[in-house]
């Protein structure tokens, strides 16, 4: 302890420089989007975003992320846990907590934010909707949900000696009322021998979100796609009582694949026992209602 104290008081941490460390949040929900009036309606997935006051440390006006839409977030305290600053700024920023969130990734190519050298950690948090009441934080001017979707634009696959590369560019579009943002995101895998690396970038667009944002919110689309196969993720984002129409929508739209209601039914209820009947029936409907089922509490992961 002694050692460790001399060695302490003789370091001299002014030598090197300090990058800021960021937490940012994406916040994910899924809603009801009316079709026709006697059937089910689809559901569409909704990312939160903030719209951006400026950085109060750049006083000069050509602040290049002021005015944009961005995901929630900020700077994490010196004396601060990583997990700590993200609820922290879950709840200054939209007023929500106590929710599903999970660490995504770290974000730290050198000039992706063009004011200092910027190193975030990503977080997911899932959520209901119909149970939020959303505020902007003092550094926002205002908070939206902003229908989200991808579309494949391109693939191109390139032979190399001892693999391929393969480069795939998707359109990620947000919407909200008149507001609608598009960034484009570009997939490369590389692949040489057995080992395989995977880059994602964006195309620089003056329109589109602020810093590197859309490249963490298509990072965080494909996680939650992956991981609703084979956990139970997807139940964040119900309410405690649902059909298995509403249920097998919200799957559709994340995963972007038709599923088959025999083969889904048969899948939750026979197979991975995911959820559990209940007495109680849809009420209130322009169609025919259908039985209430619940998550299954004591369900265990495959």
């Known amino acids: 302890m002694n050692e460790s104290k001399e060695f302490l008081k003789e370091y001299d941490d002014s030598k090197y420089k300090k990058p800021s460390a960021t937490v940012d949040m994406i916040i994910l929900t899924a809603v009801d989007v009316e079709t026709k009036a006697r059937s089910v309606p689809d559901k569409v997935l909704r990312v939160l975003l903030i719209k951006r006051k400026g ?3 750049v006083v000069d006006i050509t602040d290049p992320y002021k005015g944009k839409w961005a995901l929630p977030g900020g700077f994490v305290n010196y004396y601060e846990d990583l997990d700590a600053a993200a609820i922290r700024e879950l709840r200054e920023e939209t007023n929500i907590f106590d929710v599903y969130m999970e660490q995504l990734y770290t974000w730290g190519k050198v000039y992706r934010d063009l004011r200092r050298r910027v190193i975030s950690t990503s ?8 149970k939020l009441n959303i505020k902007a934080g003092d550094d926002a001017e205002d ?3 902003f229908d989200v979707n991808i579309t494949l634009l391109e693939e191109v696959k ?3 000696k001892a693999g391929y590369i393969r480069k795939t560019t998707y359109e990620l579009s947000l919407v909200n009322g008149e507001n609608e943002i598009k960034d484009t995101v570009i997939v490369t895998k590389k692949m040489e021998g057995r080992t395989s690396k995977i880059d994602l970038e964006y195309v620089d667009n003056p329109s589109g979100l602020a810093f590197d944002h859309a490249t963490i919110i298509f990072y965080a689309l494909e996680r939650l796609k992956n991981k609703v196969e084979y956990t139970d993720i997807a139940f964040s984002l119900m309410p405690e009582m649902f059909t298995l ?3 097998k929508k919200l799957y559709e739209v994340i995963t972007g694949k038709v599923i088959y209601s025999r083969n889904f039914r048969d899948k939750m209820e026979k197979q991975k026992k995911m ?5 109680e029936w849809e009420s209130g409907k322009p169609y025919k209602p259908a039985r209430l089922f619940r ?3 004591d369900w265990v992961e495959d």
């Not at 977080?123 to 209901?128: P, Q």
């Not at 959820?275 to 007495?279: N, P, S």
């Open 55 to 57: 950085d109060p440390l």
């Open 245 to 247: 129409t509403e249920l």
């Open 123 to 130: 977080y997911m948090a899932l959520v209901d909707s119909s």
């Open 275 to 279: 959820v559990i009947e209940t007495d």
């Open 158 to 160: 390139t032979q190399i």
């Open 143 to 145: 908070a939206c949900w």
């Open 295 to 297: 998550f299954n509490p």
